[in-house]
Every structure is written in structure tokens, then in C-alpha cells.
């Protein structure tokens, strides 16, 4: 069965500090993988998308990295800011076919003052 | 650029009550879905369509019925409201001939069901 799995489920960090947000999955065949933000009573919006060859890519602030070997991404964000709060979905496609989607249940970040 | 539009973006029914959630794109996009998120919970797809007159059910479709009339509008209709569908319902839309299977998300509609 597809899986996406999202550690930690919550986090808490000061303003200006760096963090890193996990996805590991087990979807196959593998298409690419986003990252979505969705702030508190918005709809999702995708931050960034990895492709099979794309090791690292950057967005600003944040930073998405791919193993394709192991399975797994990673979100970093860096010199966070209040606005960083909010929920951050994986979302991991076996095709690029949108129905294929595979969902993480989220982290919820929180950045405090 | 509107985007999806979802309407309304806040509804309280009485249990057995039904009624339907509106959804409109206007990027002309094949795919629209239905998804629901509860607390702490991910999204969970409820049913979708690849094109106007074909729809199939997602992980969780019971309570729902869909129809694709056109490509842009996809409702969503709750037959008899029960607690349990209370949530924020979420509708989202992808491309194709794009390709990449990026989800565009409307703002979501909150139902809370009494």
C-alpha cells in the first residue's frame, strides 16, 4: 500500500531559527513529491515539486531535498518567520496523474515570537 | 484569475438534512477531487472526476454523490447529513496536459452537522 509518512507531527520554534520537516514514502512507481503549505483556514498550496533526478531545490526560505534511494525529503526552512506557520503537507504522485496523489497527514509548525 | 471557488465557506445542518457543496474552476482543468480533513488528520479523498460525465470514489466516499455536468463545476451532495461528516471540506483541481499533477485547492468549506 502507498504510504507517506510525515514526522514530526508538530513543532514549536522562536522566530529566526532553522528547522527541517521529514517525508518518508513508499509509493511506487515514483513521479515526483511536493510540498504543500497550507495556513490555518486555507486551502493547501504547493511550495515546491522534486522530480526522480532533483536532489535539492530552493524556494526562498525554504529548501526541499530528495533520496530518491531511501525514500525519503526533507523540508528546511531557514531564518523563519511568524508567517511560517502553518501546516505542511508531503504529497508524494505515482503518475502525473493528480489522482494518483499520495497525502501525509501534515506537520504543523508554529513560530513563535 | 478566480482560480476554484468554493461555496459556502461555512454551513451548520441539523442531522438528516441534506444539501450540496459548490465547486468551480476556472483553468480548465480535466481533474477536480473532493477531500475532507478532519483534526489532526490528512486529506482524505471522497470522490473525484477525470472529465465531464465520469466520476469514481475516492478512500472515503460514503454519505456523498458527485456529478460532473461540466468541466468546470463539481458538486458535492451530502444525502443525509450525520455528525460524523462534520469537517472542512476541501476541492482541488489539476491539469493534465501540465503534467505534473499539481493540486490548485479551494479555501474549504466548514460543515459543522448537529
Known amino acids: 500500500k502507498n504510504q507517506v509518512e510525515q514526522s514530526p507531527q508538530s513543532l514549536i520554534i522562536l522566530e529566526g531559527k532553522n528547522c527541517t520537516l521529514q517525508c518518508n514514502y513508499t509509493v511506487s512507481p515514483f513521479s515526483n513529491l511536493r510540498w504543500y503549505k497550507q495556513d490555518t483556514g486555507r486551502g493547501p498550496v504547493s511550495l515546491t515539486i522534486m522530480t526522480f533526478s532533483e536532489n535539492t531545490k530552493s524556494n526562498g526560505r525554504y529548501t526541499a531535498t530528495l533520496d530518491a534511494d531511501t525514500k525519503q525529503s526533507s523540508l528546511h526552512i531557514t531564518a523563519s518567520q511568524l508567517s511560517d506557520s502553518a501546516s505542511y503537507i508531503c504529497v508524494v504522485i505515482a503518475d502525473t496523474n493528480a489522482g494518483k496523489s499520495t497525502f501525509g497527514d501534515g506537520t504543523t509548525l508554529t513560530v513563535k515570537p | 484569475n478566480a482560480g476554484v471557488t468554493q461555496t459556502p465557506k461555512f454551513q451548520v445542518l441539523k442531522t438528516g438534512q441534506s444539501m450540496t457543496l459548490q465547486c468551480a474552476q476556472d483553468?480548465?482543468?480535466?481533474?477536480m477531487s473532493w477531500y475532507r480533513q478532519d483534526p489532526g488528520m490528512g486529506l482524505r479523498l471522497i470522490h473525484y472526476s477525470v472529465g465531464a460525465g465520469i466520476t469514481d470514489q475516492g478512500e472515503v466516499p460514503n454519505g456523498y454523490n458527485v456529478s460532473r455536468s461540466t468541466t468546470e463545476d463539481f458538486p458535492l451532495r451530502l444525502l443525509s447529513a450525520a455528525p460524523s461528516q462534520t469537517s472542512v471540506y476541501f476541492c482541488?483541481?489539476?491539469?493534465?496536459?501540465?503534467?505534473?499533477?499539481?493540486?490548485?485547492f479551494g479555501e474549504g468549506s466548514r460543515l459543522t452537522v448537529l
Open positions: 483553468m480548465n482543468h480535466e481533474y
Open positions: 482541488a483541481s489539476s491539469s493534465y496536459r501540465v503534467g505534473t499533477g499539481e493540486l490548485f
